[in-house]
Nanobody, 125 residues
C-alpha cells in the first residue's frame, strides 16, 4: 500500500485548496480512506473519511460544510476539497487507509494502518 499526497501550499484566509492522494497497491473500491492533519504539539486529528464501497462520508463538526472528500476510482485517487480556510486549518495533512476497515466513521475514530507522507497547508495573509 502506498499513498502519495500532494496539493498543499500557502493560501489566504477564506481561500480554497484541493489536496490529492494517489493510491497504489490497492484499489479504491472497498477500504475506507481518509484525511488527517497534525500541527506541532497536537495529536493527529481526522478531518474527513470516505467509505469507498458505498460513498458514505464522515466529517468532524469543525470542518462540516467546508471540506469535501471524494474519490476517482479510474485514477485511484482521493481528493480533499477545502473551502473557506482559516489560519486554524494550518497543518500537515496526511491521507491514510486501512485495508481491514471499510467504515468511514470507524477509520476516522481509529488510527489507520497505512499513511502517506504529509503535505503542508498554510493559511495566512
Amino acid at each position: 500500500v502506498q499513498l502519495q499526497a500532494s496539493g498543499g501550499g500557502l493560501v489566504q484566509p477564506g481561500g480554497s485548496l484541493r489536496l490529492s492522494c494517489q493510491a497504489s497497491g490497492f484499489t479504491l473500491n472497498r477500504p475506507a480512506v481518509g484525511w488527517f492533519r497534525q500541527t506541532p504539539g497536537k495529536e493527529r486529528e481526522a478531518v474527513a473519511c470516505l467509505s469507498t464501497n458505498n460513498d458514505i462520508t464522515y466529517y468532524p463538526d469543525f470542518v462540516k460544510d467546508r471540506f469535501t472528500i471524494s474519490s476517482d476510482s479510474a485514477k485511484n485517487t482521493v481528493y480533499l476539497q477545502m473551502n473557506n480556510l482559516t489560519p486554524e486549518d494550518t497543518a500537515v495533512y496526511y491521507c491514510a487507509t486501512d485495508l481491514r476497515q471499510s467504515s468511514s466513521y470507524a477509520l476516522c475514530h481509529r488510527r489507520p494502518r497505512d499513511w502517506g507522507q504529509g503535505t503542508q497547508v498554510t493559511v495566512s495573509s
